[in-house]
């Protein structure tokens, strides 16, 4: 094995259902984008979740609902997921995810999915919205997912099925669905096994209903209820016990809920009653989640809160909160227990997973934030290692940057540390696009606007990450001026200004007071809530001088020369401009694209700049003065589209004395190709060319003497390979996907001085980070 996985960071999706818990280990599974996670959870508060696995690629577009399937029958778990696609997807879960089935029926994006199962069978259901019509599906399967039948439900008035639960009653399968008509309406197997009845339907709720939840307790069977109008309803659903009815009955039957009876075959009379209306949030409840007892209840909602909710003095009440006040938070989708419910994990508005646990085992009412690990939310477009490998930086179409480090870990073997997420240097308002190191204390980062923005590193994430990863200030920082304290954000401002220790910024409104940003000094990886409001960086400069919005940027070997780009479909917009990293001024404009320039890199000696382009070239200049850090550069070679003809979208140059002419370039046309360039000539010559099986949308060469190339494909493949005897030879290839997925590597970059890890970035949003093994 060549490359060894060593980080993943993956984010939740932003929305209800698809945060699920292990009832037989201690993690959590999710969905992220095209696959699911699974994560540890953290037992201590200096610890931190990771994430040990990601499963095959199943779904070609985003997973919108993840449930466990219910066990009643002591076998493994199982889990079911469905995606915007359409895909129904059954899953095995042991020390992995293992791909089962896929469950057919579905004719538009799935909305919601239920399963559960015992000894004989497997009843598993799901609903779906196209552009004309919606639908409800369920199937009947065996162990490994053989259908053995299927079967159409309808519901009354249109309505969609929002939220699913379903449960074993007597070997009856139930189904409870919250419908857009504020209904909800119990669903029973007929005597054949082979289609579902309509039971009853039940009003209590005046909007919408978001989520529905079993407490799987046939003694004492509870059905909780949540959506738009913020209140959590329990239902009772009893056996109809006959009894005579006397006077004083008659009166007291008066006072209490009605009770709506119905009739489940080969179980008898039932009825169900309105049991308990708790009120305690203030906006939408997205989820529901109960113990694995069945008497504790769980709630998530858009007021940045989770509430426990328990039975004292024969009332339900909200006995813990936990949450976020003020910051930056929106809100909850999905909260759900541990296996032994003293661990709470949450995922909010962002994608960013919480986590709680509880520290007094016996009144269950005190509990910490424990640190889990999150990431972007949707597209990570560009990633770069800080100069003397101390961190690394990547930026995304969430609106975000992030800083990761490696994480110090007690004991002596300190290979195996892993990687942690520091800081959020910036929380911009337009999607981020690229980003660049400058030196060690210094980034740039560009964002679909017209400007640039530096952002220098402040002491408070100095001495966070010394503290964090125990590598000394001098050895990572070097000689390079750190910021202040820490920054924070006007109110409607995007600039991060920079903040003096113990400084406080005070708003003019009492609601701004709870947006001010906190800086201090962190001992351990930091959770959710501190990220997205107290790692910011303060902004240094803003660079002008684009016409659209920005693209790329690229720092010379010195630090002391920035070039970037924009994009573009005239030739005048497509210059590269060079600005001086000492005083951020504009230096010069180089001509030579006609289309958008997709990426730019210098040589290993700061000699020689490249650039590729949607045009289908490549091209090199050359400073006319021989200066490294100057300024006027000069068109010497371009390439034709006879070598590529589709956009060029990634090039690297190889980064040793030997082969410093040498570079390498990779195109949408499925073609890498290997270039020497004859500086007397001022020619680059084709030396190896190789056509691939899709497009190819990142490369990057090893800094080492006998480096590896990595290749990023359009669905997310990677291929190594070494240089050899003018071929390139293939060692490894990672993460090919089972079926066709557009989901394309956006970027690859070994770390400096040794190339010893490599971080990968992708349209997934996912960051993954492989240590590179001797071979």
Known sequence: MILKEKFISASCNPRSHCLEASRVKNVVLYASNLQIAVQTIPEAENQVGKIISLSEKRHSKPITTLKRIKNFSGEDEQFISGGVDGTVVLWDFQENLEYLANLEGASGSIGCICGSSNSSR????????????????????????????????????????????????????????????????????????????????????????????????????????????????????????????????????????????????????????????????????????????????????????????????????????????????????????????????????????????????????????ITMTGGHVGEVRDLDWQRTGGFLISCGEDQTTRVFAREHEEGENQADRGFVEIARPQVHGHDMQCISMVNESVFVSGAEEKIFRAFRAPKSFAQSLEAISEISLEETFKSTKLAEFGACVPALGLSNKAMCEGETVDGEHWEEDAFRAAPTVLKTAPTEDTLQQNTLWPEEHKLYGHGYEVYAVATNPTGKVLATACKSSHIEHSVIILWSTEDWSKKSEIVGHQLTVTQISWNFKGTLLLSVSRDRTAKLYRENEGNVDGFNYQLIWSSTPKHHSRIIWSCDWFKTPESENQFITASRDQKIIIWNFNEAENQAIPICSQKSAEPVTAISVQPSENPLIVAGFQSGLLEVYRFLDGNLTLLQRIGASPISVDSPVTRIRFSPQNGRFLAVSSADAKLRIFEVSSC
Not at 217 to 234: C, K, Y
């Open 122 to 369: 497997k009843v598993l259901a799901a609903s779906w919205v196209s552009e004309s019509s919606s639908g409800f599906q369920a199937w009947w399967t065996g162990p490994q997912g053989q259908v053995s039948n299927s079967y159409a439900i309808n519901l009354d008035q249109n309505a969609f099925a929002l939220c699913l639960d379903s449960i074993f009653l007597e070997n009856v399968a139930i189904l409870a669905v919250g419908t857009s008509k504020r209904f909800v309406e119990l669903f029973s197997e007929n005597e054949n096994r082979t289609a579902f009845q309509k039971l009853i339907s039940v009003a209590g709720h005046t909007d919408w209903i978001h989520s529905i939840a079993f407490n799987d307790n046939p003694e004492n069977l509870l059905l909780a209820s949540a959506g738009q109008d913020t209140f959590v309803r329990l239902w009772k659903i009893e056996k109809d016990e006959e009894s005579t009815v006397t006077q004083a009955t008659v009166s007291q039957e008066e006072l209490t809920s009605s009770k709506n009876k119905f009739s489940i075959s080969g179980v008898g009379k039932m009825r169900i009653s309105s049991y308990a209306v708790m009120q305690g949030h203030d906006d939408w409840v997205h989820s529901t989640n109960w113990n694995q007892q069945g008497n504790v209840l769980l709630t998530a909602s858009s007021d940045k809160t989770c509430i426990i909710w328990r039975e004292i003095d024969d009332l339900f009440r909200d006995d813990v909160r936990l949450g976020i006040v003020g910051g930056q938070a929106a809100g909850f989708f999905s909260a759900v227990f541990s296996a032994s419910a003293e661990k709470i994990i949450a995922s909010s508005y962002f994608g960013g997973l919480h986590g709680w646990k509880c520290e007094d085992p016996v009144e269950k009412t005190f509990w910490n934030a």
